[in-house]
């Protein structure tokens, strides 16, 4: 599912120059919930844009889906992200103006799927994730949790093989982490969605079946544990 070969990835910063990950190796089931941890700059952000197909490496080789990123260009590879992935993010990126149900189906309505089909699909994920009933609501009007799990609707809706979350608890409380954190598992559990975190938070590292520990940028150690 995902093969990450010897990758490097460097950076300039003014006459400075990054080293962000070096030589890293690692591959990743379908089906798995793992997450990559590590301290600050340990190169955890810029491997996950790598599977996310939003950076490319100056060495070595990533191919995710049976796709080879490595050599596709800007065009092929932000195809790949509309088809593949699935993103979540720390801070929810939805759109202010539309409701929970309009910022999950857009994403079908750029993938020109029928519009029953959209509703049909987009109702029964929102009543998947507890949703039910608050389709007409906008942001504002949702809770940090509540609209979580509309980012979380909307990373599954066109039933991607992977799922990205880039810090997914950061701005939720604890109780409301763990219910977030406990749904992704069990949509994980139903779906076969392979989802991959990037985190320092020790509850989603306690939740993850795999972990991954980067140390300046390089793949330090990994445990797996059933959970």
Do not use: W
């Not at 006459?15 to 030589?23: C, D, K, P, S």
């Not at 720390?90 to 029928?114: M, R």
């Not at 994980?188 to 520990?213: A, P, Q, W």
Request: hydrophobic share 40%; charged share 25%.
């Amino acid at each position: 599912m995902i093969e990450i070969t010897n990758v490097h990835r460097r950076y300039q910063t003014g006459e400075t120059f990054v080293h962000a990950l070096r030589g890293v190796s690692l591959t990743i089931e379908p089906g798995e919930f793992t997450a990559i941890a590590g301290p600050s700059g340990s190169g955890k952000t810029t491997l996950l844009n790598m599977i996310g197909a939003l950076d490319q490496p100056d060495e070595g080789t990533v191919h995710i889906d049976g796709t080879d990123l490595t050599s596709a260009n800007a065009k092929e590879r932000a195809r790949f992200r509309r088809r593949s992935l699935g993103f979540v993010f720390q801070n929810f990126n939805l759109i202010p103006v539309l409701s929970a149900y309009e910022n999950v189906a857009f994403v079908l309505s750029l993938l020109d799927v029928e519009e029953d089909e959209v509703r049909r699909r987009t109702m029964e994920l929102l009543e998947e994730v507890g949703l039910k009933g608050m389709e007409d609501r906008r942001p504002l009007k949702l809770s940090g949790g509540q609209q979580q799990r509309v980012a979380v609707a909307r990373a599954l809706i066109k039933q991607p093989a992977i799922v990205l979350a880039d810090e997914p608890t950061a701005n939720l409380d604890s109780e409301t982490g763990a219910a977030i954190l406990e749904l992704m598992r069990q949509l994980n559990e139903r779906h076969g969605t392979t989802f991959v975190f990037c985190t320092h938070d020790g509850m989603v590292m306690d939740k993850s079946r795999r972990l991954i520990y980067l140390r300046d940028g390089m793949v330090s150690d990994e445990e797996r544990r059933a959970v």
